[in-house]
């Protein structure tokens, strides 16, 4: 899959590596700095009365925020970005667009922190939910009254299913439903809901936007302008906005966004090859792989089969013995970042998730998660080999 096949109907004219590198000129730096400052300021000067820079104070709008949002914009192929201080801030802020009896159809299969936020925040807030398993599942039948939205990722979290955000979308927007992808796990480099019919889009933007593991943040993209009044209305008044600082560390970070995600799902691509070939590896579930259920769906809806996989081996002695001896790659929550992380869904990201949930999505204590970087494959196919053998 090359990127030429993203023929997004964006305004922007640019493909998406370039996208990457563009800025807002309208706000461009007055001195013509390259790298856009960080405007750590709280508050603007007015220069007289009913008359704004356009900037007033940094939790309504910030320049480097800005700049941010503006890239993010464009990637996304939406019309509008907020850019939040963490993704569940921006999870959790989009779920103020909805009232108590409101509900809701969500993937079986999500991060764990979203899990937690609806079960335990959401629902006391009168929120209800169905969990559906979207790579197989059809949404008519889940669809009740009162329900208002669709939430999913894909490929979702740890377990890799795929769905077709096209037909979910077109189902969803038949029953008057908006559909909300986080789509975290590919980025927008990979994949963009919106041109699939996502009227919301997600982002941590602490994984593969920042890539480096040194920020947190989240971001909300929407495809038309009703929501994006609501939702803008929401973020100023509730607050979860990003710093400046953060702003400028994300803003650097998509910078090398397409040459990161090109390296890290090709060494996720023969580390899935190398992991099948392993006696104690009892499952490799990755995308890219061709006997993957979500691998011809992929090819479809997504230009790169990105670098999350997610294996199991025969014994939890084995997950015991592979994170006490891991050296070049890390064992740590996250993902997204230039290194290689291992996970161990059970007992970290998935630590909230109800159990029977575990066990309908198939997540048992062998199940262990990669986050793959951009080392040299034939290091990490190295380290494999001395933990697996
Ligand atoms: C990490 C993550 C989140 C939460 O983002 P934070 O930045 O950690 O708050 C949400 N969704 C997915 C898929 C994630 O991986």
Known sequence: ?????????????????????ISDKSIADQWGALSFPIYQSATFAHRGLGESTGFDYTRMQNPTRQQLEYVMTKLEHGTDTMAFSSGMAAIATVMELFKPGDHFVIDADLYGGSVRLFNEISKKNGLTFTTANFSVDELDPLIEENTKAVYLETPTNPMMNVSDIEKIAKKAHENGLILIVDNTFLSPYYQTPIDLGADIVIHSGTKFLGGHHDTIGGFVVVKDKELDERLRFIYKTTGACLGPFDSWLLLRGIRTLAIRMDRASENAMKLAEHLQKKKNVTRVIYPGLPEHPGHEIMKKQARGFGAMLTFEVDSK??????????DLIYFAESLGGTETLITYPITQTHADVPRDLLDKNGINDRVLRLSVGI??????????????D
Not at 9 to 14: I, L, M, P, S, T
Not at 318 to 326: A, T
Not at 375 to 388: S, T
């Open 375 to 388: 080392e040299a494959i034939d290091d990490l196919i190295a380290e494999f080999d001395r933990l697996l």
């Open 1 to 21: 899959m090359k990127n030429e096949d993203n023929k997004a109907d964006c305004d922007c004219k640019y493909k998406v590596e370039t996208i990457c590198q």
């Open 317 to 326: 002695e084995r997950v015991e013995s592979i994170l006490k001896n891991v």
